[in-house]
């Protein structure tokens, strides 16, 4: 980790609240969107993914998740994700290949979770104040964290999915 204190970004179109009506309040005015980088051996096995810890100022701040947050007007989730994590952990787009995404859909937000593989080697740092950690995490470890509610119920599936995108 570099010794440069974290950057706190300036506010974006995209930054707000919406309330929700499922009766929670969630962050993108034009939803969101997080990268869920996957670390796989030789033979296309998933070993890890990159979580970040979440400054604790942050909503559900001290949980771990994946880096992401608001999408931008006209931004695709696929942008929006590459772009989250090059901000939140210096994740360079050119060192991962889209495999997919899965979307959570409410009637007025939806998160949108990227998945991408590592293609050359990444070393996730914490660049803006929003993290107080990133780190590869062994895919049978996730679940010992204190996980974002949402990414922990999410958790499941998505192992499920990163499991079976490295047979193809």
């Known amino acids: 980790m570099d010794d440069a204190p974290p950057v706190h970004h300036a506010r974006q179109p995209g930054d707000g609240w919406v309330e929700c009506a499922c009766g929670r309040r ?28 979440r400054a604790l100022w942050s909503d559900q701040g001290g949980t771990w998740g994946v880096p992401g947050g608001a999408r931008m007007p006209g931004e695709s989730a696929e942008d929006a994700a590459l772009r989250e994590a090059h901000e939140e952990a210096g ?14 859909q409410h009637d007025d937000w939806s998160y949108t979770t990227v998945i991408a593989d590592e ?24 679940s010992d964290l204190p996980l974002l509610p949402a ?16 047979a193809r």
């Open 26 to 53: 969630h962050w993108g005015l034009h939803g969101a969107a997080g990268l869920l980088l996957v670390r796989r051996s030789p033979d296309g096995v998933a070993q890890a993914v990159v979580l970040q810890h």
């Open 91 to 104: 994740i360079d787009r050119v060192a991962v290949r889209l495999r997919e995404s899965r979307v959570l």
């Open 119 to 142: 293609i050359v080697p990444v070393r996730p740092t914490v660049t803006d104040a929003e993290s107080v950690e990133l780190r590869w995490v062994p895919l049978d470890e996730v």
């Open 151 to 166: 990414f922990a119920s999410a958790w499941p599936r998505l192992r499920e999915r990163i499991e079976a995108l490295g």
